[in-house]
């Protein structure tokens, strides 16, 4: 765990294009993954996050040609996640240049894979997705979601938290599909709830609308690190904006 709060730009990327929209639908073009990959990076950004976040869905592999395009422009870790469903894919992703790969729908279908994966590779490799929405039913009040939040599989989020944290997985990933992309902030209770229940980092995403937001998700969330793509691709703050204003408000940022 670093000493300091990581801000990690997130590339949602279909058919090779980095795309964003609201509630995981309603996905606008923005821009080539390579390009603001790199630009992200040379702004300050401490890791970047690419998921090809259709590959589930259409049943195929992530695109490894662009994950390669994208790693060789940045300076700095990258993460991919999207389609993996084997060892053999997370080996193909790192031989391509990522750091870490985030396994989501994979994980939950075949638990097993996140042991496997970690023995491998090392816990610092595997990061472990979950898409959320709020649920009564369940005991913490968010179920795990799967297939690009298609699905609901009847699984608490804060024990699959704790489940996944003890096959090794290094890092969670917690998204709110109710939060994402309306740019009204993280949902806090659910960040809190995983945060709380687990020792290892855990990244707040979905519904950052500004830099109190990502305040908040520290704060109150007790996140180790937040995933911004709004607030980014549309201009509304840059990356060095974000670290000012954390670090002024007392937070430890990488400068």
């Known amino acids: 765990m670093t000493d300091y709060r990581r801000i ?9 294009r980095l795309v964003k929209g ?24 401490d890791e970047i996050v690419f998921l090809d976040i259709t590959a589930t869905i259409e049943k195929r592999k992530t695109m490894v040609e662009v994950v390669r395009r994208t790693a060789k422009g940045i300076t700095v870790p990258l993460a991919v996640g999207g389609g993996i ?20 729908t994979a994980a939950v279908r075949n638990p097993n894979l996140i042991k496997e994966a970690s023995q491998k590779f090392g816990s ?6 979950i898409d ?14 799967v297939s690009g939040g298609r699905e609901g599989t009847g699984i608490d989020a804060v024990e699959w938290a704790k489940k996944v944290e003890g096959l090794g997985a290094g890092e969670i990933l917690p998204t709110s ?6 740019q009204n902030g993280y949902d806090i209770p659910m960040t809190r709830a ?15 609308g500004n830099l109190d937001h990502l305040y908040e998700a520290i ?5 180790d690190a937040v995933l911004v793509a709004s607030v980014f691709h549309f201009g509304k703050h840059t990356i060095a904006e974000a670290k000012d204003f954390l670090s002024k408000k007392g937070i430890p940022v990488r400068i």
């Open 124 to 129: 610092k490799s595997i990061v472990v997705a």
């Open 8 to 16: 990690i730009p997130c590339l949602d990327v279909k058919d090779g």
């Open 177 to 182: 599909m109710d939060a994402d992309g309306t």
């Open 132 to 145: 959320t929405r709020r649920s009564d039913s369940m005991p913490s009040g968010f179920e795990v979601m």
């Open 219 to 223: 704060t109150e969330g007790k996140a």
């Open 22 to 45: 609201v509630h995981f639908v309603d996905l606008k073009d923005v821009g080539d993954p390579a390009e603001i990959g790199a630009k992200y990076a040379s702004e300050g950004a």
């Open 194 to 208: 995983i945060a709380s229940a687990v020792s290892i980092p855990v990244i707040a995403s979905g519904g950052a």
């Open 85 to 104: 469903r084997s060892v053999r894919d997370i080996e193909d992703l790192l031989d391509a240049g990522a750091e870490k790969v985030s396994i989501n």
